[in-house]
Nanobody, 127 residues
Framework: QVQLVESGGGLVQAGDSLRLSCTAS????????MNWFRQVPGKEREFVSG????????KYADSVKGRFTISKDTAKNTLYLQMNSVKPEDTAVYYC????????????????????WGQGTQVTVSS
């Protein structure tokens, strides 16, 4: 059983930068590919970014491409999302997820019932 804890959210102004972290415990971090999703009340959860178990092959939603960077530090059991040039439309609760895979460069941009989820961290961007 993997436990995921997100941190780093907060209130920022448009154009600022923010780094989210997701620390994992209770599992072998290196076997998990990981994603960031976000959700606004009343809307469906949205894929933001994903990275393979080996920390390669990053994928991004078109809405964040060129502004956000995902990375995975296996030594620290931590997933990061560097958010630059944030916009008001980035306001959401951000969740990290993890799923075990045997394929080192596999990334999935859709959630699965067997994924592990964190509790989420709120990001609010003011204009």
């Amino acid at each position: 059983q993997v436990q995921l804890v997100e941190s780093g959210g907060g209130l920022v102004q448009a154009g600022d930068s923010l780094r989210l972290s997701c620390t994992a415990s209770g599992g072998i971090f290196s076997v998990y590919a990981m994603n960031w999703f976000r959700q606004v009340p009343g809307k469906e959860r949205e894929f933001v970014s994903g990275i393979s178990r080996s920390g390669t092959n990053p994928k991004y939603a078109d809405s964040v491409k060129g502004r956000f960077t995902i990375s995975k530090d296996t030594a620290k059991n931590t997933l990061y999302l560097q958010m630059n040039s944030v916009k008001p439309e980035d306001t959401a609760v951000y969740y990290c997820t993890a799923f075990a895979t045997a394929v080192s460069n596999y990334v999935r941009d859709r959630p699965s019932p067997n994924d592990y989820w964190g509790q989420g961290t709120q990001v609010t961007v003011s204009s």
